[in-house]
């Protein structure tokens, strides 16, 4: 039958942070039913897991495949890093609810801030829905390789209710009134809670809708969170004084209305050195005050591949965000006019810009070239380029578009280059191992593989963990803080969702490209991790790196209590 299932012989680590123990696991209808040594057969599947670990499936809570799974129900490669459930509608965004005649807007939006083909989101996505509840009756129709929670994005709700008018003004009485009530029919639906942004930005440069909202909104709207259980996940701004400052507002309505708050991103960067100190302070003193708070932090070296076409890296920078958004005709005219480059200085010195920092070009590293000649530059800084060459950083910038064609690239490793650092932040009672990304970004950086990166280089080789420990910010603390109680730990009774592995078989391998996406488009991935197996309902979706083919994962609803 399936989902019926025996492992054997591994050493069950549960995901509550307990030590390991040797003992079988009987998976029954879906269910685990029993965890006890020497388990006797009744005629069902079985695997060895003789030498290896058997875990709780891994929990990604910040992911962007809201609209991958209608192409890639696998959401490849996350089973072959051990991953069972992705929580997706991050960031204020989301594909629900939407009025029929802002489809074509909201995918634009969305596509260019996760940095995603605009063209294949509208083919593929089915658009049967057009409230939430809607959205959630459709998700609950899909098969899928691995389970998909979901926030509901404050964007997504305030575009839904005020129209256009969402990006340009506060709201009045009834209209958060009708926000609320969108609110809380998503949260009944489903939702695991709502997300929120202070930070980004839409292809003209203009702050989503969310960053409009005021005190009032705010305010009902995270007390309808904690009249539900529900959690904020929410991204507050670009310079440190900011992220503190909306730290310590956001704080207050969590703190007033008991609600569980989850930062994108905790990360260490080198282009400032006060920021680590200075955000963990800020959540250190905000849980102190009895606040739910959690910065998520990534394992991952956050290394960015930038190229011109419609990048979202500049759009903090107003000039250089008008190139990056342009045909490629208008970007030659652009990088030629003495009005746009005398723009383009003013705004690289005005304007901080996180993912090209035009202060650091020591931390910018050219990628690709467009002309052959050029290709000793490949690997050297654009501070390099400008010792050589002189001139302001923008004019510097703007000349060697002019040389390529616009056909070069840039490297920047953005944040999280220590491992001592890391890890420091990924040990610290504040974090909370998150913020992949994954799903997002396609030809910027895979974001796959983050679990495996902090069991390979934080617990094998660093030691900054227990195994123990690791599987359960994996696992056990994501599922309880999250509100997806039939998850993240292995129990009598739960869903068999699992992972079967040996510690010195994993393998967090580089990053490359391939062309799987729709229309040939391509993608950065990585190599399965070297699990042996991935779980979902008690069926096998993936062994020893190859997908089975099985589709038993569904969209998960909230749970109450």
Not at 163 to 190: F, N, P, Q, S, Y
Not at 392 to 414: G, R
Not at 468 to 473: C, K, R
Not at 481 to 489: A, E, M, N, T
């Amino acid at each position: 039958m399936a989902g019926d299932l025996l492992i054997r012989g591994g050493t069950v680590i549960d995901g509550t942070g307990a030590p390991g123990r040797k003992a079988d696991v009987r998976i029954k209808a879906g269910r685990i039913e029993e965890i006890a040594p020497d388990l006797p057969a009744r005629g069902e599947p079985e695997i060895d897991a003789s030498g290896a670990v058997v875990a709780p499936g891994f929990i990604d809570s910040h992911t962007h495949f809201d609209a991958t799974i209608y192409w890639d129900p696998m959401c490849d490669p996350m089973p072959q890093h051990g991953v069972t459930t992705v929580v997706s509608g991050n960031c204020s965004l989301g594909l629900a609810p939407v009025r029929p005649d802002d489809r074509l807007a909201q995918i634009d939006v969305y596509s260019f801030i996760e940095d995603m083909p605009a063209e294949v989101l509208n083919a593929a996505i089915p658009w049967d829905w057009v409230t939430y509840e809607e959205y959630a009756a459709s998700l609950g129709r899909q098969k899928l390789g691995v389970n998909l929670a979901c926030f509901v994005g404050h964007s997504q709700i305030r575009s839904y209710v005020m129209g256009d008018a969402a990006w340009e003004r506060t709201a009045t009485a009834d209209e958060i009134a009708a926000m609320a009530a969108e609110l809380d029919k998503a949260l009944v639906a489903g939702a695991l809670g709502m997300s929120y942004s202070l930070f980004d930005k839409d292809r003209e440069g203009r702050r989503v809708p969310s960053s409009i909202a005021d005190e009032a909104e705010l305010d009902a709207l995270i007390a309808r969170l904690g009249a539900h259980g529900a959690s904020l996940q929410f991204v507050p701004g670009d310079s440190v004084d900011l992220i503190v400052s909306n730290l310590e507002w956001l704080g207050t309505f969590l703190g007033r209305h008991d609600v569980t708050g989850f930062y994108n991103v905790l990360v260490h960067t080198v282009s400032d050195e006060t920021r680590t100190p200075r955000i963990m302070g800020c959540l250190e003193a905000l849980q102190a005050k009895g606040v739910r708070i959690f910065g998520m932090a990534s394992p991952r070296q956050f290394d960015m591949s930038i190229g011109f076409e419609g990048t979202i890296c500049f759009m903090a920078v107003p000039a250089w965000n008008q190139l990056a958004q342009a045909p490629i005709e208008e970007q030659r005219r652009l990088i030629a006019s003495a009005d746009w480059r005398a723009r383009a200085r003013n705004d690289a010195d005005t304007y901080h810009s996180p993912m090209f920092p035009f202060a650091r070009p020591d931390l910018l590293y050219i990628g690709s070239v467009g002309q052959a000649e050029l290709q000793p530059w490949i690997g050297r800084s654009l501070a390099e380029l400008q010792a050589e060459r002189g001139g302001h950083v923008s004019d510097l910038l703007a000349d060697w578009l002019q040389e390529n064609d616009l056909a070069t690239s840039f490297t920047f490793a953005v944040a999280n280059t220590e491992p001592a650092t890391v890890a420091r932040l990924l040990t610290s009672p504040v974090a909370f191992v998150s913020g992949s990304d994954a799903g997002a970004h396609l030809q910027m950086f895979c974001a796959a593989g983050d679990a495996t990166l902090l069991l390979t280089r934080y617990v094998h080789e660093r030691g900054d963990f227990s195994l123990e420990a690791a599987v359960h910010e994996l696992t056990g603390r994501q599922a309880k803080l999250l509100g997806l109680h039939d998850r993240g730990v292995l129990a009598e009774g739960k869903a068999a969702d699992l992972v079967i592995f040996a510690l010195g078989e994993l393998v967090y391998g580089p990053q490359h490209l391939v062309s799987d996406v729709p229309g040939g488009r391509a993608r950065l991935t990585r190599d399965p991790g070297g699990y042996r197996a991935t779980i979902v309902g008690g069926e096998v979706v993936q062994m020893d790196g190859k997908a089975t083919g099985a589709l038993p994962a569904r969209w998960l609803p909230r749970q109450a209590g």
